[in-house]
């Protein structure tokens, strides 16, 4: 169970940043005009990815494996702060495509 939410966080941060791939790429071929639609599904799977991490946390809290946790911490926290980052800066480069070709 615990390893279904790390695998879980893990498929869910490639997956928003994948999307944002797809929607810059898509935008540069046709012009999409599904950024938005884009945008709320990326920001929502990336916090579905976080809330993973901390259900993962949580559930090792419970277990009372703390060499587990203190092994996984750091690393956990890192890659949740990148996620969240590059899911934010990519939304802004989309949002600023969407702007300019637009203007």
């Given at each position: 169970m615990i390893n279904f939410f790390m695998l879980g966080s893990f498929l869910l941060g490639l997956i928003a940043?994948?999307?944002s791939g797809v929607n810059i790429v898509k935008f540069r071929i046709n012009h999409?005009?599904?950024w938005g639609i884009y945008s709320i599904v990326r920001i929502?799977?990336?916090a579905i990815a976080v809330g993973f991490q901390v259900i993962y946390s949580n559930r090792i809290i419970q277990v009372g494996d703390?060499?587990?946790l203190m092994n996984t911490s750091g690393t956990s926290t890192l890659l949740s702060i990148v996620l969240l980052i590059s899911t934010f800066v990519l939304n802004g480069v989309s949002l600023g495509m969407y702007f300019?070709?637009?203007k």
């Amino acid at each position: 169970m615990i390893n279904f939410f790390m695998l879980g966080s893990f498929l869910l941060g490639l997956i928003a940043l994948l999307l944002s791939g797809v929607n810059i790429v898509k935008f540069r071929i046709n012009h999409n005009n599904n950024w938005g639609i884009y945008s709320i599904v990326r920001i929502t799977v990336c916090a579905i990815a976080v809330g993973f991490q901390v259900i993962y946390s949580n559930r090792i809290i419970q277990v009372g494996d703390w060499s587990v946790l203190m092994n996984t911490s750091g690393t956990s926290t890192l890659l949740s702060i990148v996620l969240l980052i590059s899911t934010f800066v990519l939304n802004g480069v989309s949002l600023g495509m969407y702007f300019i070709k637009n203007k």
